[in-house]
T-cell receptor, first 115, second 115 residues
């Protein structure tokens, strides 16, 4: 089945630093999504990308849909302690009969921010 | 407005037992999906329910079954539990089977431990 390779697996940074993480796949996806999951909670959507080459921002977060449609990137600028958590990329293959059920998730990037 | 609610929050079972997990979708939502998230992994799609029928299914054995009720709430049943079934089980709801991913909301999950 489809797999998403997410890297890095974990990051330890100082408050105020910028963060970059990425997700690659051998399959083409029509939609890329980035989620954040806090301990004991479900994933919360941060950014959704629908077009190859698309660059979308949400506050200090910026994500890009790769031109090849096989990768995506997430950047966090000026990190703060509440950015701590696990970030997941997810790819959506298509929306024929339905969309959400074909979400494929990466294994996550665990972010630790030192004050 | 309550979001997606799941019960119980934690559960401990022994191998061979059966378990039922419950989910109430966000108000106004009629489609429910279930995901399994093993430790250190991203969520994996189990199945989706709409109009009280299973509409899509991921790569999970028949030991995993579900149900959706007329009020849109849903249950996930797992028979003959294995140690490997230990995971966080997430329920997600949306307002339309064809809803865009940004309209998919996750609950906080049920942490199942199989001993």
């Amino acid at each position: 089945g489809q797999q998403l390779n997410q890297s890095p697996q974990s990051m330890f940074i100082q408050e105020g630093e910028d963060v970059s993480m990425n997700c690659t796949s051998s399959s083409i996806f029509n939609t890329w999504l980035w989620y954040k999951q806090d301990p004991g909670e479900g994933p919360v959507l941060l950014i959704a990308l629908y077009k190859a080459g698309e660059l979308t921002s949400n506050g200090r977060l910026t994500a890009q849909f790769g031109i090849t449609r096989k990768d995506s990137f997430l950047n966090i600028s000026a990190s703060i302690p509440s950015d701590v958590g696990i970030y997941f990329c997810a790819g959506l293959l298509g929306r024929t009969q339905g969309g959400s059920e074909k979400l494929v998730f990466g294994k996550g990037t665990k972010l630790t921010v030192n004050p | 407005d309550a979001g997606v609610t799941q019960s119980p929050t934690h559960l401990i079972k022994t191998r061979g037992q059966q378990v039922t997990l419950r989910c109430s979708p966000k108000s106004g939502h009629d489609t429910v999906s279930w995901y399994q998230q093993a430790l250190g992994q991203g969520p994996q799609f189990i199945f989706q329910y709409y109009e009280e029928e299973e509409r899509q299914r991921g790569n999970f054995p028949d030991r995993f079954s579900g149900h959706q009720f007329p009020n849109y709430s849903s249950e996930l049943n797992v028979n003959a539990l294995l140690l490997g079934d230990s995971a966080l089980y997430l329920c997600a709801s949306s307002s339309d089977i064809r809803a865009n991913p940004e309209k998919l909301f996750f609950g906080s999950g049920t942490q199942l431990s199989v001993l």
